[in-house]
């Protein structure tokens, strides 16, 4: 017996009264073969089906149904392979026992199976291996082949949409070949007469036995559209009334057979009704979704046109839309952080971008639309060895770096780069953050850091050189102070300090440190025409400022010595000037193993320690010219002083100037003396000079004038000072002024003079002398309170002193003298006391405390 059913055709022989003009045959041959065993799983495939799937045979032996068929059909073939496999041994044409078909299992609820050699066709879309979807009809059948026990044969051939009409399968087409097409049209009421004849032959209950307990829903309709089966599941999902839908006629299987004679009462409207017109009028299949207010369900209807008018396949979708739009949801939130990210986002393969985000398209200086194409290998610096990244991403699924890349316009932005491989097969996530600014800071503050550690170094350099002032040590013992802690500075090899014999213009060393003997090995010259005068050494000396060879090797001036620094391994020298005021102490030379090493911020804080050391060693030479045995005694001369400065009435009368006291860098007061008389005509001389502030009385006695004149900046003053010496004494006297100064007796006179010469052009160096002092004990006196008295101790007690505070009646006060110093009258007082003490202290008890520091209160 064979059966038909829309979507569906079973066998063998059906078996129809006489003429089957309704039964039209399939219109295709077999394109393929293949066995399932009992859990679906390909045990047997022909090249055929090979070819149709685009599978290879071994990958299909063992898979199962699912992998070549889509995974919802599959579970609407399961059932009825195991259906098939419980089929019973009877002949293919045996009847039932009474004649009718066979029951459903009341307890179990499952169709008792149906006779031996039933076969079913039905439409899988087969799934090839690019991806198409191929449409075919399967027939399945069980094979009875003792040597192959629970096997199922599967016939597949491919169709086009149009040729999907279910028909009876005449007797002896069990074994899978198809008869020819014939041609011709069906009537409706054709069908019909074959659908009852069907029914009356008791040959269709077993197939609505089996579609009654489909887990889907599943109706047919006529061409009227009238409903001719409708199984329980479609009218639950479709909220039909299954009481009213069932017949007597049913046979108790859960479905309703509808006859045109005899139909059941119309089913509420569906949510398919418009489909099911456009399918059966287009005569191609159809599948639609529709939302069922009644059942507050969404639902999915795949309708087929069939010989008979439709067969629908229903199945409730509401989680899948569900899923669906949680996961629009999703993509669409997926979509939001990928567009409006502010980090670059990529996608592509090893060769190209496949997709970019806006930002993408900032960073990289371009559309993102002319991103594609293009790899991201192309914005990347020539330095960057992309392969070994590209191989070590590849290796380990997952890359951070950082990187330069360059745009179109040439500019370079830093970027932070974390990427994913294969978050696809073969499509890889980069996403790329510009860090350009950040770089930028961090540099800075690197370099901050930097500047900081090498100012500490420096700093380091400046305290012990300032320990050592304080200390009272000798020039050459702060010239080694200097280069021991510059050595002592990271980076740096050896340094040394050398001095310039301003007879010869030769070069000799005075201290060394980390070398022995360099500068007395080597050529030098302060001539800037001889080779060995070109170097950072002969510049700086000629400049005064600080000279730095960044290269050795590749500074043409620096060949005299390209083999000494071979044989000592360095790689940059630095000459720094030991300069105070314009005068040339020394000079400072260092040298490092790094290039560049004196560059950038270390030049700068390296350069202020030649002014730190010329300044001690000015200082320190002021402090010896004051107590010195050997002193030079400078007199200089300025004639017509009067007419110089623009004073046409002066006076022939002498103006004395008997003490300068410095008080502070540029702040200086002069106490002196001169008559009443000519008084008048020094105040308009101190009115023309125009570094000398204002002149003040302190006392005038029997026509003697006391005064004290205040100074800012003195350029002859400052000459002196600033090469160790001072002021012995001044006088102004038949319109000429005339300076005694004493100087160290190492001090280079022509550069004094100079130096005075270019402030005052017309003064003149009359004499020039070496003196000592009066006594050796007044020597040793002012050496002791030389140790004894702090500047600031000293600079009080001497304007105390010319100021006329010891006189009596006192010419001015403690508080005109703190006015005077700019500092408060408690703070003179406490100076002054001290001094007071160390001074008493010298004199009267100076046998036993002449080498002896007095303490301060």
């Known amino acids: 017996m064979e059966q038909h059913w829309p979507g569906f055709a079973t066998g063998p022989g059906a078996a129809t009264d006489g003429g089957t003009d309704c039964a039209r045959p399939i219109s295709t041959a077999g394109d393929g073969a293949y066995e399932l065993d009992s859990e679906c799983r390909f045990v047997a495939v022909d090249d055929d089906f090979v070819a149709l799937t685009g599978t290879e045979r071994d990958a299909l032996l063992g898979a199962e149904l699912s992998a070549v068929v889509d995974g919802e059909t599959t579970g609407c073939v399961e059932p009825m392979v195991r259906t098939l496999l419980a089929a019973d041994s009877e002949p293919p044409d045996a009847e039932p026992a009474n004649g009718e078909p066979t029951a459903t299992d009341a307890e179990s609820g499952t169709a008792t199976a149906p006779p031996a050699g039933t076969t079913i066709e039905i439409d899988l879309p087969l799934l090839s291996a690019d991806g198409e979807t191929v449409s075919s009809t399967h027939r399945l059948r069980r094979l009875d082949d003792p040597n192959r026990p629970n096997r199922i044969a599967g016939i597949v051939r491919s169709r086009t949409p149009s040729s999907t009409a279910v028909a009876p399968v005449p007797d002896g087409e069990s074994d899978g070949e198809p008869p020819p097409d014939r041609d011709g049209v069906e009537s409706r009421r054709d069908r019909k007469r074959a659908r009852e004849r069907g029914q009356s032959s008791g040959e269709l209950p077993p197939l609505r036995e089996l579609l009654g307990h489909r887990s889907g829903g599943f109706y047919t309709l006529d061409a009227d ?43 509420p409207a569906s949510p398919f009704d418009a489909a099911h017109e456009r399918a059966l009028a287009r005569q191609r299949p159809l599948t639609v979704e529709e939302y069922h207010e009644p059942t507050s369900s969404w639902l999915e209807a795949r309708l087929t046109p069939t010989e008979s008018g439709l067969a629908v396949r229903v199945h409730d979708i509401t989680g899948r839309k569900a899923y669906e739009e949680r ?44 991103l594609y194409g293009r790899s991201l290998r192309e914005f990347l610096r020539d330095d960057r060895d992309s392969s070994s990244a590209w191989e070590a991403f590849v290796e380990t699924g997952q890359l951070r770096d950082s990187f330069s890349v360059v745009r179109p316009d040439g500019t370079e932005r830093v970027v932070e780069y974390d990427a994913v491989a294969n978050v696809r097969p073969g499509t890889h996530l980069s996403i790329l953050r510009d860090v350009t600014e950040r770089d930028r800071r961090e540099r800075e503050l690197e370099r901050q850091r930097e500047r900081l550690a090498a100012l500490e170094g420096v700093t380091g350099v400046v305290r012990e050189i300032t320990d050592a002032v304080v200390e009272g040590s000798t020039r050459h013992e702060l010239e080694r102070t200097a280069c021991e802690s510059l050595v002592d500075v990271p980076g740096c090899e050896f340094a040394f300090v050398a001095e310039v014999d301003t007879s010869t213009g030769s070069i000799r060393n005075r201290v060394e440190a980390g070398v022995d003997g360099y500068v007395d090995t080597i050529p030098l010259s302060t001539d800037p025409d001889d080779p060995a005068g070109r170097g950072p050494l002969g510049r700086a000396i000629r400049t005064q400022s600080m000279q730095v060879s960044t290269d050795v090797f590749d500074d043409p001036d620096f060949e005299p010595w390209r083999d000494d620094a071979r044989e000592r391994g360095y790689r940059s020298a630095a000459a720094i000037p030991i300069v105070h005021e314009g005068t040339l102490y020394g000079v400072i030379g260092l040298t490092s193993g790094h290039t560049a090493a004196f560059d950038g911020d270390k030049r ?20 010896r010219a004051l107590v010195s045995d050997d002193l030079i005694e400078l007199e200089y001369e300025i004639r017509n002083a009067f007419e110089l400065f623009g004073v046409t009435d002066g006076t022939d009368e002498r103006i004395s100037f008997d003490r300068v006291i410095r008080v502070d860098d540029d702040q200086y007061l002069e106490y002196g003396t001169t008559s009443a008389a000519a008084f008048p ?34 350029p002859m003053f400052s000459v002196v000072a600033d090469h160790g010496g001072y002021v012995d004494q001044a006088v102004l006297e038949d319109g000429d002024y005339a300076m005694v100064v004493h100087l160290p007796k190492r001090t280079d006179v022509r550069a004094v003079t100079a130096a005075i010469q270019e402030v005052y052009p017309a003064a003149e160096n009359v004499a020039r002398r070496q003196v000592t002092p009066i006594t050796e004990s007044i020597d040793r006196i002012q ?46 007082h406490e100076h002054f006391r001290t001094a007071q003490r160390k001074l008493v202290a010298a004199v009267i008890d100076r046998p036993r405390s002449t080498l002896r520091d007095v303490p301060d209160d």
């Open 225 to 267: 559209l009238t409903y001719t089966f409708v199984n329980e599941r479609a009218a639950e999902l479709l909220g039909f009334d299954s009481d009213r839908s069932r017949s007597d006629r049913d046979g108790g299987d859960g479905s309703s057979a509808v006859q045109g004679t005899d139909p059941t009462p119309s089913p």
């Open 327 to 370: 996961l629009e949801a999703e993509n669409g939130l997926l979509r939001a952080i990928f567009e409006d990210a502010h980090d670059a986002i990529l996608v592509g393969d090893e060769e190209s971008i496949t997709a970019a985000n806006s930002a993408a398209g900032e960073l990289l200086g371009l559309d993102r639309s002319a």
């Open 604 to 623: 700068e804080i390296i350069a202020q320690i030649g002014d730190i050391l010329g300044h001690a060693i000015a200082s320190h030479d002021r402090k």
């Open 681 to 714: 005509a020094f105040e308009r001389f101190v009115e023309r000079v125009s570094h000398w502030d204002e002149v003040t009385v302190l006392d005038d006695v029997d026509g003697e004038v006391s005064f004290e004149l205040r100074i800012t900046s003195p």
């Open 783 to 828: 050496d002791h309170l030389s140790d004894v008295l702090t500047d600031r101790q000293r600079t009080v007690l001497e304007t105390a002193y010319y100021a006329g505070f010891f006189e009596w009646p006192r010419t001015s006060t403690g508080e005109d003298i703190a006015e005077r110093l700019n500092i408060s009258p408690a703070t003179f």
